[in-house]
């Protein structure tokens, strides 16, 4: 009910006990009593009779990898064998980017936060490969902060090889990444035989049990004490995958509840997975189980995972369940839990973060019945919020268990126990969270489809499509933009503010506009010159004597104005339009470069566009808005192809060649006028800390034109070199100067000759309690018509079409 205070009438929390009621207020658990056999007069507040419905806790996950989920239709196990899991997931990496990274954690946490889960532990795959390391991290980070208060998040730095622990590794640099964006539990993989080395591949009989992988190291004793010596040297907690093999000799696992003992470990250690446990001998089976009782070690069983991919030969039936002695090691008192795993990638092509399947599903593999299943539910609530709530006791978002002063979190089912729940696992829910039911809903997999695509290729191995057109994805699937690939790896790029100053070049252009016979062809010649030289080298530089009167300029920055002082509610009739690129936008766009919205609101007018989605603010509303703005829409087109004209004989090409790939006459013209708005900030009341009023990015046009005003200053260049040091250069408005920059779609068609140029829009320092002001300025995006095919000479990029080209850019940086 919308309301503070309820009263959930006949609900079942427990086998043991019968139906209660519960009574919330102000988001907490304020009684729990036996039910009362008709409703009580003097409770005033709404009364809901659940009918005898089941009342759960929130779930915990405690193991997952949402940095690899939703990935399993793009890279494949091929093999369908560890081996084969291990191989793909490899290869997967060099698709990273912040935004996949972003997209696909989102995804699994919505799914997560859907069916009733308020807390997951990650492991993060964190290696010597530092770039794709820290764009990891910087994602998850990102998931925090945007989940807090929903779903708790705590990120395992899952250090892989283990042999990075050995004297000549990297775990310290590693972690060191890690511990920037909250990682405080330490974790990796001793996962291989100790004793035999099989190779999957020549396992025929199918009697065989696969090992899946190369024997143990003999360096494992160095590097398991190396291990603890950094854990305990970081103050971190422990989180190991551990004998995930079928080799009944191996004593990895004793060996680590030993080191824990030898190093008087305080902090919580956590074993996963443990399966080759379940085929020891007796002797090594009870030492190990006693050593991990003195430990106080945690075994975490992922049977779903396990159940799927241990013992897993090719065109054989499995002759082992995968699991570890789940029975046997909580009858002497050491916890067990039970977690999700791998989800929709190489190792587990299945799952969608639904602990209560999960827990069904464990139940089913290790055999426990519905008279028991109820005392082993603590395995996927408290039990495993206990591990968490060891490393990160101030992140818990949820309670650990449905009692008297506890926050109302908990999950409804239209079952009345958890029997037939189990039997049905499609049983409705009701996810409450702070005593209010969440108002969410499973994201569809179709949001995926933009980074997942069956075995996508990179540039240098897609094939380029005979005819010039497009494939039919058209999406950064088919073609992986390198273009968006850089824009995402500038997490790892320091986002300090200018050090040095370079020039960027003024260049007269009156000549390339004369086209009086008399012109003077030298002096067009040099003009060329200077253009190609910048925009080759810098790929940034200013015009004057342009053609656009100083009268025009002040009128098209007063209907833009204009625009944006209408109440916020007027100008949302006019909401961006992503398949027109066209219409207004408040906040909305996200720079894969820094996962955060840029701090601008713009209006986005795609002339051709705007009468189809009746986009115009009508003249009632803004008088003369719509002719004053094409007028000086069609004026910058004009000056963008005198620039284009002058770039394409330099590129060996006609005077007149992008004209007709440019027209604004035709239909499916794609140039844009950009009005934007930066808002002023109060230091009193806003913080501009860790935002952009535009994040670093390249432009996806051929080229831009750029009109700023004098005093309103922000514009920062990253050219050449200094973009890989991070070093960025103010480029002051210069009075009656045009900024000009390349764009992605016209380095592209050079065959990267000409460069696109990392820049944003910075705020100015807030120091003295003095605000920052306002910022307004004018882009002119000279963008290809969508027919048009982009493909350079020397065709180093395949072929594509400059329509599906901005629309992989759009999905790149708009939410749906």
Same mark, same amino acid.
């Given at each position: ?67 690899? *989920? ?53 492991? =993060?795959?964190? $290696? ?12 998850? +980070? ?36 890690? %511990? ?101 001998? $007796? ?39 995968? =699991? ?27 799952? +969608? ?43 818990? *978002?949820?309670? /650990? ?7 109302? +979190? ?91 100053? %370079? ?5 007269? =252009? ?65 909401? /961006? ?44 509303? /803004? ?40 027209? $604004? ?6 140039? *844009? ?64 100067? =045009? *900024? ?77």
């Amino acid at each position: 009910p919308n309301s503070k205070s309820y009263l959930l009438r006949n609900v079942k929390i427990s086998e043991a006990m019968g139906n209660v009621d519960i009574m919330v207020e102000n988001e907490f658990i304020t009684s729990i009593h036996a039910s009362a056999q008709n409703s009580s007069s003097e409770t005033k507040c709404p009364q809901i009779n659940l009918q005898n419905y089941l009342v759960l806790p929130t779930f915990t996950d405690v193991h997952t990898h949402i940095d690899k *989920t939703h990935t399993d239709i793009r890279s494949k196990n091929c093999t369908e064998t560890r081996g084969g899991a291990v191989e793909a997931t490899l290869l997967d990496r060099k698709h990273f980017s912040s935004s996949d990274l972003y997209k696909r954690m989102d995804f699994a946490i919505s799914c997560a936060y859907f069916h009733g889960t308020s807390a997951i532990r990650s492991h =993060i795959n964190s $290696s010597s490969d530092f770039e794709k390391t820290e764009m990891a991290w910087k994602a998850f +980070d990102a998931m925090k902060e945007k989940w807090k208060g929903k779903v708790t998040l705590e990120g395992v730095v899952f250090i892989l090889p283990s042999s990075e622990f050995e004297a000549s590794g990297n775990a310290s640099s590693i972690l060191n990444i890690a %511990i920037k964006y909250g990682g405080r539990v330490l974790g990796t993989s001793f996962s291989s035989p100790s004793t035999i080395e099989v190779n999957e591949h020549s396992l025929t009989l199918p009697t065989a049990l696969s090992y899946q992988g190369p024997k143990r190291s003999e360096n494992f004793p160095t590097q398991l004490n190396n291990f603890f010596q950094l854990a305990q040297q970081w103050n971190f907690h422990v989180d190991v995958h551990i004998d995930e093999h079928a080799d009944g000799q191996s004593d990895s696992l004793l060996q680590l509840a030993r080191s824990t003992i030898q190093f008087n470990y305080h902090h919580k250690v956590v074993a996963s997975h443990c399966c080759s446990l379940s085929l020891a001998k $007796s002797e090594l089976f009870k030492e190990t189980i006693s050593a991990l009782k003195e430990a106080q070690i945690t075994v975490v069983c992922l049977p779903t995972c396990n159940l799927y991919m241990q013992d897993h030969v090719p065109n054989a039936t499995p002759r082992w369940r995968g =699991i570890p002695p789940v029975w046997e090691l909580r009858a002497v008192g050491i916890p067990v839990v039970f977690a999700s795993d791998n989800v929709r990638d190489a190792f587990y092509p299945f799952g +969608d973060m639904d602990m209560m399947d999960i827990f069904t599903q464990s139940c089913r593999i290790a055999q426990i019945g519905p008279a028991s299943a109820m005392e082993w539910l603590d395995s996927v609530t408290s039990l495993p919020r206990r591990v968490i709530s060891a490393s990160s006791p101030q992140d818990l *978002t949820s309670s /650990l268990e449905l009692v008297v002063g506890n926050r109302a +979190d908990f999950v409804i089912f239209q079952a009345r126990n958890l029997h037939e729940l189990m039997c049905r696992p499609a049983t409705p829910r009701c996810v409450v969270r702070n005593g209010k039911a969440i108002d969410a809903a499973l994201p569809p997999y179709s949001d995926l489809d933009d980074i997942n695509t069956p075995n996508y290729l990179s540039p240098t191995t897609q094939e380029v499509p005979e005819s010039n057109k497009a494939p039919e994805e058209g999406d950064e699937r088919a073609y992986s933009l390198p273009e968006i690939q850089l824009e995402s790896c500038l997490v790892a790029i320091d986002q300090r503010r200018s050090t040095q100053s %370079i020039t960027v070049p003024v260049i007269d =252009i009156a000549m390339l506009l004369n086209t009086s016979e008399d012109h003077d062809e030298a002096a067009v010649a040099v003009t060329r010159g200077l253009i190609w030289e910048a925009a080759s080298k810098m790929g940034f530089f200013q015009v004057v004597n342009h053609g656009m009167s100083r009268q025009e300029l002040e009128e098209a920055f007063s209907q833009s104005q204009s625009f944006f002082s209408l109440p916020r509610a007027q100008k949302d009739r006019f909401a /961006l339009r992503r398949e027109l690129n066209a219409g207004f936008e408040y906040f909305q766009q996200v720079r894969p470069s820094t996962l955060l919205p840029d701090q601008k609101e713009s209006f986005q007018i795609t002339p051709c566009n705007m009468d189809k989605g009746g986009l115009w603010p009508p003249a009632e509303l /803004l008088p003369g808005f719509r002719s004053s703005v094409e007028s000086f829409a069609q004026k910058s087109h004009e000056i963008s192809l005198a620039l284009l004209a002058s770039l394409a004989v330099s590129m060996g090409y006609q005077e007149d060649y992008f004209n007709a790939l440019h027209c $604004s006459t035709a239909d499916d013209c794609q140039a *844009t006028l950009r009005l934007l708005h930066y808002p002023a900030v109060d230091p009193a009341g806003g913080n501009a800390s860790g935002y952009f009023r535009a994040g670093p990015h390249t432009d996806w046009a051929c080229l831009t034109l750029l009109y700023q005003r004098v005093g309103e200053n922000g514009l920062e260049v990253c050219p050449g070199e200094q973009s890989n040091s991070g070093v960025w250069t103010a480029v002051e408005p210069v009075e009656g100067a =045009i *900024t000009v920059n390349i764009g992605d779609m016209l380095m592209r068609w050079s065959d990267d000759k000409l460069k696109s140029t990392l820049h944003r829009v910075q705020y100015p320092s807030l120091s003295n309690g003095v605000s920052i002001k306002d910022r307004y300025s004018i882009a002119y995006f000279m963008q290809a018509n969508k027919s048009s095919v982009i493909c350079g000479p020397e065709k180093k990029y395949p072929p594509i079409t400059a329509g599906d080209y901005i629309q992989m850019r759009i999905k790149s940086n708009y939410a749906k």
